[in-house]
């Protein structure tokens, strides 16, 4: 076990680093920094003076290593939009995206897995073809116009909810409700074809003849074996809500990184659009490691391969 922690930390370092030098050549190549600073109609002396001071008419490699060596040390750099330190800007903005993302994901696990495996179990039954509805439902509807539809019924014709902001608790219903629905179908998918398969597997029949019966026999031999796809796909939605979820945040009005991301977009704020970027794409890295750890316990398996 403990080898096969090394192999993925160390292809995680590697995958890190790769995106870390491709974001920053394709920032500093795609948009120039001296003239996001300095203004678009700023003259082009005051641009070559902002090019001067921070360093831009240096080679990209010596500029990059520059700034890798204040990113290990914890200097994140300064907003050029916002003119804060953009460690402060993601501190302020990360807890409410940790929040919609955590609880997003556990409405999909609470309504994927157990439907899922109902639907595994009762193959096309009234509860197999309710879901297979309900999966194609939410993967047809787009999040933006669920979002609508959630703030229109809940929040103006029944005012449950309120329509924005992040004061209360109550204020992340909508928008975790809407996240955690866009993750159910393949979760749900996976963990029915699980079971259908596992139901199905020599060492079902092998639990049986040992004696195990109904819920025993399903949650310690059938479950456990069909979650492992579902692990997997989890820790990769889990990802895609900590790093898109703009739209939500957009529309529900809440100070996340999605929306701190699109305001940077907007801005052509290079320093934090670099940051926020290899922040996302570590997550997936770390994430997804920890779901091949999960794997590698729930099936020996795995570490073997």
């Not at 921070?54 to 907003?79: C, I, K, V």
Request: hydrophobic share 55%; with cysteine.
């Amino acid at each position: 076990m403990l080898s096969f922690l090394v192999k993925r930390l160390v292809m995680a370092i590697a995958v890190g680093w790769t995106v870390s030098v491709v974001v920053f050549l394709l920032l500093h190549t795609a948009t120039d920094p001296a003239m996001a600073i300095a203004g678009a109609d700023a003259p082009q002396a005051v641009i070559d003076a902002v090019r001067e001071q921070y360093g831009f008419n240096r080679p990209l490699g010596e500029q990059y290593f520059a700034w890798l060596g204040n990113f290990l040390s914890g200097d994140l750099g300064t907003s050029y939009h916002l003119r804060r330190p953009v460690l402060d800007l993601i501190v302020a903005a990360a807890p409410t995206t940790i929040r919609l993302a955590l609880f997003g994901i556990l409405v999909s696990i609470v309504i994927a897995i157990p439907l899922g495996m109902l639907a595994g179990l009762y193959r096309n039954s009234i509860v197999d073809r309710f879901a297979m509805a309900f999966c194609v439902c939410a993967q047809a509807v787009p999040s933006f116009w669920l979002c609508l539809i959630a703030i229109l019924v809940f929040a103006v014709m029944i005012p449950i909810f309120p329509v924005s902001g992040d004061y209360t608790w109550r204020h992340y219903i909508l928008p975790v409700l809407v996240l955690g629905i866009t993750s159910v179908p393949p979760a749900l998918r996976l963990t029915r074809s699980g079971m259908i398969d596992a139901m199905n597997s020599d060492y079902m029949r092998t639990a049986r003849a040992k004696g195990y019966r109904n819920l025993a026999l399903v949650t310690r031999h059938g479950l456990r074996n069909a979650l492992l796809p579902v692990v997997s796909v989890l820790a990769v939605q889990l990802g895609n809500k900590l790093g898109g979820s703009i739209l939500v945040e957009s529309v529900f009005a809440l100070k996340g990184l999605g929306r701190l991301s699109l305001e940077s977009i907007i801005a052509g704020d290079i320093p934090t659009l670099n940051v926020l970027v290899i922040l996302f794409s570590m997550t997936f890295i770390v994430l997804t490691m920890v779901a091949d750890l999960l794997n590698a316990w729930l099936d020996p398996r795995v570490r073997l391969g």
